[in-house]
């Protein structure tokens, strides 16, 4: 009897210890090793979280929008292209970014103003990257995913984050809305949107 009783308690202890939400520190880490080779390819915006509340509404204003990271062609280097589909129109902008860890720098960009990482996410098919303007003292803080639409308690986990770091709630893409064609070798100019826009009408 007694033991069972202890056995119980002990099965209480691992399970409530397993279920404890994380605390802000560990929710809003950088992650601790960063695999290039699964940052590769495309991934959909799920959702952002902004600190300004005019970018927010902005961003709210998207459709959607995805980021697309190269091959590395180093191991403290990578390209990623990013879409926004706006007004059924599509932007598209590339950007070099440096590693150091799970940090990463945009190239050209004065380093002691914007302070970037990649973030911890408990989601196995997610990434966060977490942008820190910093004299503005804005943030951002963005969720994407290999899939549009993710479980409730993923998303719960987002949203906590975005409280840990003050900012408003996030906003959540709508995941019914097409995304941006991916850039052909020949650049997105060699493909107008409004010819996509038509095709498809
Ligand atoms: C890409 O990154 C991985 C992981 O850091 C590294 O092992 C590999 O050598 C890199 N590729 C190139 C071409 O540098
Ligand atoms: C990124 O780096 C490549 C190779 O160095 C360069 O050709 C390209 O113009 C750079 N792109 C941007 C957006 O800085
Ligand atoms: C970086 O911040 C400094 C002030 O800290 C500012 O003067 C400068 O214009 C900023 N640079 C960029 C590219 O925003």
Redesign the pocket.
């Known amino acids: 009897m007694f033991f069972a009783v202890c056995a119980t308690a002990l099965l209480f202890m691992v399970s409530a210890s397993h279920s404890a939400p994380l605390a802000c520190e560990d929710l809003v880490r950088p992650v601790d090793q960063l695999d290039l080779r699964q940052l590769e390819g495309r991934w959909a915006m799920v959702a952002g979280g902004l600190s300004y509340l005019p970018n927010l509404e902005r961003f709210k204003q998207r459709d959607s929008a995805t980021v697309n990271f190269l091959s590395n062609t180093s191991d403290t280097s990578i ?1 990623y292209s990013r879409s926004i589909r706006l007004d059924n129109k599509c932007q598209y902008h ?3 970014i440096s590693l150091e860890g799970s940090s990463f720098t945009y ?2 960009t004065d380093k002691s103003n914007v302070s970037s990482n990649f973030a911890h996410t408990s989601c196995r098919d997610c990434i966060v990257m977490h942008i820190k303007l910093v004299s503005k003292k804005q943030q951002h803080f963005y969720l994407f995913s290999r899939r549009r639409q993710l479980e409730e308690k993923e998303m719960e986990e987002f949203r906590a984050q975005v409280e840990c770091l003050n900012m408003p709630p996030p906003a959540v893409l709508d995941p019914t809305k097409e995304l941006c064609p991916e850039e052909t070798a020949d650049g997105p100019a060699a493909q107008p949107e409004e010819k996509i826009e038509e095709q498809r009408n």
Do not use: E, I, Q, R
Request: overall charge negative; glycine content about 16%; proline content about 0%.
């Open positions: 390209s590339s950007y070099n190239d050209g």
